[in-house]
């Protein structure tokens, strides 16, 4: 997703065959309208804080914590932010490649997404399981505890996951009051149970240092080679041939 003409840092926290992490922090001093923007990737937007407006087309999404923005490559949009606290994302960004086998495989049930050229990109609310599948791969990264067998797996399971949540109709928005009053809330109450996690994997990881563990981490490894079975991760495992093999 470009956003260079707003001032941000941008981390690259991963980077597979067919996608990206990227960690985007917004360092706006002031409230600004972005010029037109626009992206040949398809791209998966977590929003972690803050609060913008989504401009695209005909629509006018209200992003914040608890919500997914899925855009589709070749549109052009508008970023607005409010008063609110500069914004964090997580972008999971796709290769041209993954996001034609993924449109090819939601043609039917997705079709009003995929195959309607009016529809640029959706806003939908994060569901427990993407907000849990999200969290881990955050974790993982940072207790250095992430495998590309694992990475593919848990982004795949995410990409599934969200697309369960895309629907035509549009999500309701709350209220500015409510914006005002609980989103510093609810995004302080998931920092603190981010960190809390954190802290609790890394004593885990330590008090296991002196043990083997090899019987779970095989079947592991065994599970997460049974996931190579889907179209999507058949077309994942294109751009990484040697996938399925154990990198542990």
Same mark, same amino acid.
């Given at each position: 997703?470009?956003?260079?003409?707003?001032?941000?840092?941008?981390? =690259?926290?991963?980077?597979?065959?067919?996608?990206?992490?990227?960690?985007?922090?917004?360092?706006?001093?002031?409230?600004?309208?972005?010029?037109?923007?626009?992206?040949?990737?398809?791209?998966?937007?977590?929003?972690?804080? @803050?609060?913008?407006?989504? #401009?695209?087309?005909?629509?006018?999404?209200?992003?914040? =914590?608890?919500?997914?923005?899925?855009?589709?490559?070749?549109?052009?949009?508008?970023?607005?932010?409010?008063?609110?606290?500069?914004?964090?994302?997580?972008?999971?960004?796709?290769?041209?490649?993954?996001? !034609?086998?993924?449109?090819?495989?939601?043609?039917?049930?997705? @079709?009003?997404?995929?195959?309607?050229?009016?529809?640029?990109?959706?806003?939908?609310? =994060?569901?427990?399981?993407?907000?849990?599948?999200?969290?881990?791969?955050?974790?993982?990264?940072?207790?250095?505890?992430?495998?590309?067998?694992?990475? #593919?797996?848990?982004?795949?399971?995410?990409?599934?996951?969200?697309?369960?949540?895309?629907?035509?109709?549009?999500?309701?928005?709350?209220?500015?009051?409510?914006?005002?009053?609980?989103?510093?809330?609810?995004?302080?109450?998931?920092?603190?149970?981010?960190? !809390?996690?954190?802290?609790?994997?890394?004593?885990?990881?330590?008090?296991?240092?002196?043990?083997?563990?090899?019987?779970?981490?095989?079947?592991?490894?065994?599970?997460?080679?049974?996931?190579?079975?889907?179209?999507?991760?058949?077309?994942?495992?294109?751009?990484?041939? #040697?996938?399925?093999?154990?990198?542990?």
């Amino acid at each position: 997703m470009s956003r260079e003409n707003i001032l941000a840092e941008v981390h =690259t926290l991963y980077e597979s065959g067919f996608y990206r992490v990227l960690d985007f922090r917004c360092k706006c001093d002031d409230c600004s309208r972005s010029k037109p923007e626009y992206s040949e990737s398809f791209v998966i937007s977590f929003v972690r804080s @803050g609060n913008f407006y989504y #401009d695209v087309f005909k629509n006018s999404f209200d992003a914040h =914590t608890g919500r997914i923005i899925i855009s589709k490559p070749y549109f052009e949009r508008v970023i607005q932010h409010t008063e609110a606290p500069p914004d964090k994302c997580t972008l999971f960004e796709f290769t041209k490649e993954f996001y !034609h086998q993924l449109a090819e495989n939601y043609r039917l049930s997705h @079709g009003w997404f995929f195959g309607n050229p009016d529809v640029h990109a959706m806003l939908v609310k =994060t569901s427990p399981e993407a907000e849990l599948l999200h969290a881990a791969f955050v974790e993982k990264i940072f207790a250095n505890q992430l495998t590309r067998l694992l990475a #593919d797996e848990l982004v795949i399971d995410l990409v599934e996951t969200v697309m369960k949540s895309l629907s035509p109709f549009s999500e309701e928005k709350i209220s500015n009051q409510l914006k005002k009053n609980h989103l510093k809330t609810i995004e302080s109450a998931k920092e603190f149970f981010t960190h !809390h996690s954190l802290l609790t994997t890394h004593h885990r990881a330590d008090s296991q240092s002196n043990h083997q563990h090899r019987q779970p981490a095989i079947r592991e490894d065994q599970r997460l080679q049974g996931g190579c079975e889907s179209n999507l991760r058949r077309s994942a495992t294109k751009s990484r041939p #040697d996938q399925c093999e154990s990198d542990l």
